[in-house]
């Protein structure tokens, strides 16, 4: 087993990976930038060091300044989280390359695995379930308009290099190929430095639901059942929930069976995630593999009573995992809480906060690093916890969810808790009735 593993993240992320570092008696090694001294993981971790200023290319994305705090600390192995360079292929090898463990993927899988044409690719000959469109990538607007019309209206296309729905263009009719494949390359060119392109069938209103999976340095892999994460806003997840409404017992096995043939395919080592879109007839089809812990990773934890982050550990270190699959014995429901206006199109609203109450009871769990006079700083991302309920049925969760996002006291910044309410008591919400549209059509009270 490691005896040092150095958390190369910040945040709720980094004090959840320490907590179980904890449980396991592995010593631990946190990193800050200078706008984090004062953050929890800094004082829960056994030693802590200033790896730089506060822009994130100069702290948490500075692969030298992590190695060096590495290498003076004697941590045997560095944890990314997610974010940052969990999935950065680069850093993977340098880790490696020290004789460090790196806590996630090898460069070969997350290269295989971040070119997206590629990955589909290689799900098609695992058997997959794909979308109908180009194999592999386009090379002429020609191309992509005949294709089009083989597979028939309305196509999208998508960077391969892409995520987060940059690069992506849905058209409707020949005329405006030309003008999304030059907008989208032109887009993908400044987001990701790749401008290749590939065309699917675009499924209308799908279901986002992926498959938590996870395999070990025996080639054996297993899945740990699904999370609906559904309801997003301009591709940021708002809300997660296991199992998924949507979901029924045959689709699941299913649904398992093809994502562990995607990571036996790859010979996958560690927790990974298989993404799908499903459509409303319930046809799914791989859309993304995920090689890093997820945010959303602690509904499944609570419906199969599972710490995902231990395994992560213990199958880093070469422990054998059982090979069996895991099934949903709870419902939990997952709320990111963000320092956002929601009456201001979610504007970031970083700053202090004066005062703070944390929901407690039974099947309630806070995954956050706030607490009441800490100063939200501007340079990172919103999410400032997750509040996560378990209950035996989806009808008791939410009533949960309802009650504890009203204990939950935040003054001094907005935060989106008022719109977790809302959803809470939205009857298409209730019922289970939503697709990854829901949000278009939301109105915030
Ligand atoms: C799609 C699609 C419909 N048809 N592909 C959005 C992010 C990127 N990773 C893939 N995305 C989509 N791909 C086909 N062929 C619809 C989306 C999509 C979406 C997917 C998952 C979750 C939320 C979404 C919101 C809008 C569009």
């Known amino acids: 087993m490691f005896k040092k593993i150095l958390i190369a993240n910040r945040g709720e992320i980094a004090l959840r990976i320490i907590r179980t570092c904890k449980e396991m008696g592995v010593k631990t090694v946190a990193v800050y930038s200078t706008a984090d001294r004062e953050s929890l993981h800094v004082r829960f971790a056994d030693e802590a060091i200033c790896i730089g200023p506060p822009p994130s290319k100069d702290s948490y994305l500075n692969m030298h300044s992590l190695l060096s705090a590495a290498e003076i600390t004697n941590a045997d192995a560095i944890h990314p ?29 997350i290269e295989q695995m971040g070119d997206k044409a590629n990955a589909k690719d290689t799900m098609k000959k695992a058997g997959v379930p794909t979308i109908p469109g180009s194999e592999g990538l386009l090379d002429s607007i020609e191309q992509a308009i005949k294709i089009a019309n083989e597979i028939g209206y309305p196509a999208i296309m998508k960077a391969t290099a892409g995520g987060g729905g940059r690069g992506m263009r849905i058209v409707w009719k020949d005329e405006e190929i030309e003008g999304a494949w030059n907008s989208a390359k032109l887009e993908a060119a400044n987001a990701f430095g790749n401008d290749g392109l590939y065309m699917e069938k675009y499924i209308e209103d799908p279901r986002h639901i992926e498959i938590q999976v996870a395999g070990d340095q025996f080639g054996k892999v297993c899945h740990l059942s699904e999370r609906d994460c559904s309801i997003q806003r301009r591709h940021q997840k708002l809300l997660e929930e296991s199992p998924s409404p949507f979901m029924t017992p045959e689709l699941r096995d299913k649904m398992g069976e093809a994502a562990k043939a995607a990571a036996q395919i790859i010979n996958y080592e560690g927790v990974g995630t298989v993404e799908f879109l499903v459509d409303k007839h319930r046809n799914f089809y791989f859309m993304e593999m995920n090689t890093r812990i997820q945010v959303e990773h602690p509904v499944t934890e609570e419906v199969i009573n599972f710490d995902l982050v231990k395994e992560q550990i213990l199958i880093a270190a070469g422990v054998p995992i059982s090979g069996i699959d895991y099934y949903p014995t709870k419902h939990a429901i997952e709320c990111r809480i963000n320092a956002e206006d929601i009456y201001n199109n979610f504007r970031p609203c970083p700053g202090k906060i004066n005062q703070l109450n944390r929901p407690g009871g039974h099947g309630v769990r806070v995954d956050t690093h706030i607490y009441a006079g800490y100063t939200i700083p501007p340079y990172y991302d919103s999410m400032i916890a997750k509040l996560i309920v378990f209950a035996q049925t989806r009808e008791e969760a939410i009533v949960k969810m309802d009650r504890a996002l009203g204990e939950f006291i935040i003054e001094g910044v907005q935060t989106t808790v008022p719109l977790h309410i809302q959803l809470m008591r939205n009857k298409d919400f209730i019922s289970g009735n939503f697709t990854t549209a829901f949000m278009n059509t939301f109105e915030i009270k």
């Open 81 to 109: 989280g997610y974010g940052f360079l969990s999935e950065n292929s680069k850093f993977s090898g340098l880790c490696r390359d020290h004789g460090i463990k790196f806590i996630g993927a090898t460069p070969e899988h």
